[in-house]
């Protein structure tokens, strides 16, 4: 198979729209709440009720990474607030919120081959009394 070099775009990541961190969007006299059997459930993501200080209120469903690191306590409650929301569509075409771990926003690690030197890979070759050792360490 020969190669066959194109230009590619960009990687994307998941079609989302950031809709604030979970503090941003409760504001301020908010408050957060679990379920606690929901909390206790580890065979299902986390849902978190989010109430503003009118007294409106949504439920919005963490990722499956969020849900376990909460639950572990990787995540405290103070950096649940910072993470964002996101507006997601599902594979079958709907919307919904989604509590998300911050994207890393490392891409791809690259090196220009110009900054490279180049250098020969050489197999080390097995004489006598390197199997021989190796025969008799093993033994």
Do not use: H, W
Not at 3 to 9: I, S
Not at 16 to 37: M, R
Not at 105 to 131: C, P, Q, R
Request: proline letters at 1%; one cysteine or more; a negative charge.
């Amino acid at each position: 198979m020969a190669l066959n070099f194109k230009v590619r775009d960009a990687q994307t990541t998941v079609n989302a729209t950031s809709l604030g961190t979970v503090s941003n969007a409760v504001g301020k006299g908010g408050s957060i709440d679990f379920i606690p059997s929901n909390l206790m459930s580890t065979d299902r993501r986390l849902v978190v009720i989010l109430k503003k200080a009118d007294g409106t209120q949504e439920q919005v469903v963490c990722s499956q990474t969020v849900s376990d690191g909460f639950r572990a306590k990787e995540i405290s409650l103070n950096q649940l607030l910072g993470l964002d929301i996101k507006e997601q569509v599902s594979s079958a075409g709907e919307l919904y919120n989604q509590i998300n771990m911050p994207n890393s926003n490392a891409g791809l690690i690259s090196y220009a081959i110009d900054d490279i030197t180049v250098e020969e890979f050489k197999v080390e070759a097995l004489t006598e009394d390197k199997i021989k050792n190796l025969i008799s360490v093993s033994l």
